[in-house]
């Protein structure tokens, strides 16, 4: 039951699960990520055990505006659901809904970047540098770790657009989209747990 | 023995009907839920703190659990070994995050 035939010339339904390499792919990913999540969990051990060294420097609940912040969710959260849209389309074989809603992606991606950016040079107008307390050289490299892998992903979904403009939706592309999709979902599961930890629990006096 | 790989054929189709974009809208609005009640409580927070604790991390581990299920496709048949990698990884966070809350101020 398993053997497919497939018309000669068009993609398989799952076209990154049609050849063993896409599938390994994938597996390998999933491996990936759970390295990731060891590495940004020690982050986030380091972030919760000198939250409160603050020396002579602002505090959290001093510093953080949830507002802010609510925007910056909000947009991830929508740049991971346009990354579904992506991979859907990619599945209906519609390389250029794909292309388009692989392009929304990444600009919602700059726009994150751009608010994070916004945000940290305001808070060193605060007073809040990078070395100024234990507190504020743990936030950086925590929120700075998320910053740079969505910076990464953004320009690893650039590089794909310009591969599937050149060489279109084929079996060994497709898992190379799969892959960066799960990418993109993995970097704002990070995110729910950043302003959860960081910014909410910062507001909890 | 043709028309019998027909009917393979067509069931692999109809199995493989594409799916709609709709549970993935419901994941979506499912998180925005969890994350405005994440947020309104710390807001509108006039209440226990270990009590706000425990929402924040309810709501959050609720939302990453909708969000692999769903839009990682941790809920699809194949998963088994992608499942065993992100819990290997949950379980030395698990251990460092422990160390860190209870361990380093002793």
């Known amino acids: 039951m398993s053997a497919h035939t497939h018309v000669e010339g068009q993609l398989p339904h799952e076209p990154e699960k049609a050849t063993l390499e896409g599938r390994n792919k994938v597996l390998g990913f999933w491996l990936f990520l759970g390295g990731e999540t060891v590495l940004f969990g020690t982050l986030f051990a380091a972030f919760l055990a000198l939250r409160h060294q603050v020396l002579d420097g602002p505090t959290a609940n001093h510093l953080f505006d949830l507002k802010l912040v609510a925007f910056a969710t909000a947009i991830l959260l929508t740049s991971s659901l346009t990354s579904v849209f992506a991979i859907q389309a990619m599945h209906q074989q519609k390389v250029k809904s794909l292309i388009n809603w692989l392009i929304v992606t990444v600009l919602l991606g700059v726009g994150f970047l751009i608010l994070e950016i916004y945000e940290f040079v305001h808070y060193v107008g605060e007073g809040h540098g990078f070395t100024t307390s234990a507190f504020s050289s743990s936030f950086y490299t925590l929120v700075g770790f998320h910053g740079a892998h969505v910076l990464f992903g953004i320009m690893w979904i650039t590089l794909l657009i310009i591969q599937l403009k050149r060489k279109g939706l084929t079996v060994v592309t497709a898992p190379k989209v799969y892959v960066a999709g799960m990418y993109w979902h993995f970097i704002d599961v990070v995110w729910v747990f950043i302003f959860t930890v960081v910014y909410l629990m910062g507001k909890v006096v | ?106």
């Open chain 2, 1 to 106: 023995m043709a028309s019998n790989n027909h009917s393979a054929t067509e069931q692999n189709t109809k199995r493989h009907k594409v799916e709609g974009p709709k549970k993935h809208i419901v994941a979506f609005i499912f998180s925005i839920l969890l994350t405005f009640i994440a947020f309104a409580t710390v807001i509108g927070g006039e209440i226990n703190k270990d009590f706000i604790y425990i929402i924040l991390l309810g709501t959050a581990v609720l939302q990453v659990f909708v969000q692999m299920a769903f839009w990682m496709h941790m809920k699809d048949r194949g998963h088994r070994f992608a499942l065993i990698g992100i819990l290997t990884g949950v379980f030395v966070v698990f251990t460092c995050v422990i160390m860190a809350e209870y361990w380093v101020w002793w």
